[in-house]
């Protein structure tokens, strides 16, 4: 059974970066494409970024394009989530998620297993 953690939350001043990162177990994690979502209080799980298995087909939202950085390192199981120049509104609980033989999707309904979610916060 696959099983992913999240870590690096927390509190950041706005312009300020974080690094989240998600650690995979329990499958092979390159046969794996690995997306990041979020969800703030009130309002929908939203798509953030996707990787491929290989490190291709990078995609990001609309809201987050040109600040955030998903990568991912297969030796240790893990994927990454680079967060600069934050803002109070990408204030949301972060889950990452895993999409088994997927290229990487901004859907939810893709993603096979997701995390527990680690919350960031961004003060004005």
């Known amino acids: 059974q696959v099983q992913l953690v999240e870590s690096g939350g927390g509190l950041v001043q706005a312009g300020g970066s974080l690094r989240l990162s998600c650690e995979f177990s329990g499958r092979t994690f390159s046969s794996y494409a690995m997306g990041w979502f979020r969800q703030a209080p009130g309002k929908e799980r939203e798509f953030v970024a996707t990787?491929?298995?290989?490190?291709?087909?990078?995609y990001y939202g609309d809201s987050v394009k040109g600040r955030f950085t998903i990568s991912r390192d297969n030796a240790k199981n893990t994927v990454y989530l680079q967060m600069n120049r934050l803002k109070p509104e990408d204030t949301a609980v972060y889950f990452c998620a895993a999409d088994a033989y997927g290229s990487g999707s901004v859907k939810i309904s893709e993603y096979d297993y997701w995390g527990q979610g680690t919350q960031v916060t961004v003060s004005s």
């Open positions: 990787i491929r298995w290989n490190g291709g087909n990078i």
